[in-house]
């Protein structure tokens, strides 16, 4: 089913290529044992209940995003979003986003397609989010500045100020992308994007653009400025949440001493969240496994952190993030009397071009 999918290959060379590099640069095995030994781990379980308190701020969300299209939900969104994420963690390629979608439309009088377009306004708000909190940690003197790049402030034109604008300019930019996107009508869309592809021949440019069609479906909510801000606002409790379970983890490594007031450590935990979980958009395997530890480490190093501590750190961090989910997803898919290998042949059946076989032709 995968072997001969290109986005698949893609993804497995993706994360072979991080994680060949996270170890080549931030892994000494004679030394992470060691740290890994001394960790306090008892942090580990009320971090938990953060992450779950995301998925719940998750679930939140996706309720708002759906609520055109099925109105008050007649079963759990919840459990729909943790087995998403189960999918997510265990199916290469993201299908696991399709999964969800599909089994949303099992559970609810909604189209799969339809669903999958919200799932796409969830992403775009997720990088959103993430991007204002690498620019909040820029503000608070934690990026750009003297620990994280040395004397490259007073190098470049305009200095820290400057660096501050950069670190600010990856937030407006996008945001002002989903604006225009959720702003304007989605025929004009469409428009836009059948004169980008013209280098495309007309059967894979037509199939391209009824994959466009059904995903704008799902940005029915989404039509305003005012509906975008909270939809905005609602991924931004999803990820306090998360940055908040990372920096529990944190206080297991002894992170905080590095750092010089409390400003800059929880600044430096927000360098983390934004780094490694962007890092998510790059090709990977199931879980984002590589460029996440890859990414989440050198920011750290780049922070002050030793080598040694941070890969081991992002290392423990991402293993917090993927055995909950994908163990209570599996919990909550047995109890509903259905299989992950059940819904990744119902979705790939009722719609192949969102499992990306048609797009990857």
């Not at 996270?22 to 960790?39: E, K, P, R, S």
């Given at each position: 089913m995968f072997f001969g999918n290109?986005?698949?290959?893609?993804?497995?060379?993706?994360?072979?290529?991080?994680?060949?590099?996270?170890?080549?640069?931030?892994?000494?095995?004679?030394?992470?044992?060691?740290?890994?030994?001394?960790?306090?781990?008892?942090?580990?379980?009320?971090?938990?209940?953060?992450?779950?308190?995301?998925?719940?701020?998750?679930?939140?969300?996706?309720?708002?995003?759906?609520?055109?299209?099925?109105?008050?939900?007649?079963?759990?969104?919840?459990?729909?979003?943790?087995?998403?994420?189960?999918?997510?963690?265990?199916?290469?390629?993201?299908?696991?986003?399709?999964?969800?979608?599909?089994?949303?439309?099992?559970?609810?009088?909604?189209?799969?397609?339809?669903?999958?377009?919200?799932?796409?306004?969830?992403?775009?708000?997720?990088?959103?989010?993430?991007?204002?909190?690498?620019?909040?940690?820029?503000?608070?003197?934690?990026?750009?500045?003297?620990?994280?790049?040395?004397?490259l402030s007073s190098e470049v034109p305009g200095g820290a100020p400057m660096l501050m604008m950069v670190a600010l300019l990856p937030f407006v930019a996008v945001f002002t992308v989903v604006v225009v996107i959720t702003t304007v009508s989605h025929g004009t869309v469409i428009s836009w994007l059948a004169r980008t592809m013209f280098m495309f021949g007309k059967g894979l440019r037509d199939t391209l653009l009824g994959i466009a069609a059904r995903?704008?479906?799902?940005?029915?909510?989404?039509?305003?400025?005012?509906?975008?801000?909270?939809?905005?606002?609602?991924?931004?409790?999803?990820?306090?949440?998360?940055?908040?379970?990372?920096?529990?983890?944190?206080?297991?490594?002894?992170?905080?001493?590095?750092?010089?007031?409390q400003v800059e450590f929880i600044a430096a935990i927000l360098v983390f969240t934004s780094a490694a979980n962007l890092a998510g958009v790059l090709p990977s395997t199931a879980g984002s496994w590589g460029p996440f530890d890859f990414f989440g480490a050198a920011a750290l190093v780049a922070l002050g952190v030793g080598q040694e501590v941070a890969a081991a750190y992002a290392l423990t961090v991402h293993v917090a993030l993927w055995v909950p989910p994908t163990v209570v997803g599996g919990i909550l898919l047995i109890l509903d009397g259905n299989s992950l290998s059940n819904l990744m042949k119902g979705a790939t059946v009722s719609d192949k071009s969102l499992a990306g076989e048609e797009s990857t032709a």
């Open positions: 290109k986005a698949f290959w893609l993804g497995a060379i993706g994360s072979a290529a991080f994680l060949a590099v996270f170890v080549l640069l931030f892994v000494d095995f004679d030394t992470i044992g060691d740290v890994l030994v001394g960790a306090n781990y008892t942090y580990i379980v009320p971090s938990l209940g953060l992450y779950f308190l995301a998925v719940w701020f998750r679930s939140a969300r996706w309720k708002f995003l759906l609520k055109p299209l099925i109105g008050k939900p007649s079963k759990s969104i919840y459990s729909v979003v943790v087995v998403g994420y189960m999918a997510n963690n265990l199916i290469p390629v993201r299908i696991g986003e399709v999964v969800r979608s599909y089994y949303l439309s099992l559970r609810e009088s909604c189209s799969a397609s339809a669903a999958f377009g919200t799932v796409a306004v969830e992403r775009a708000t997720d990088v959103l989010a993430l991007l204002f909190i690498f620019a909040v940690a820029g503000l608070m003197g934690t990026v750009g500045v003297e620990r994280a790049v040395g004397d995903m704008l479906e799902g940005l029915t909510v989404v039509s305003s400025i005012s509906s975008l801000a909270k939809v905005f606002a609602w991924s931004l409790p999803v990820w306090a949440s998360e940055a908040a379970m990372y920096y529990l983890i944190s206080l297991g490594f002894d992170l905080r001493p590095i750092f010089d007031s």
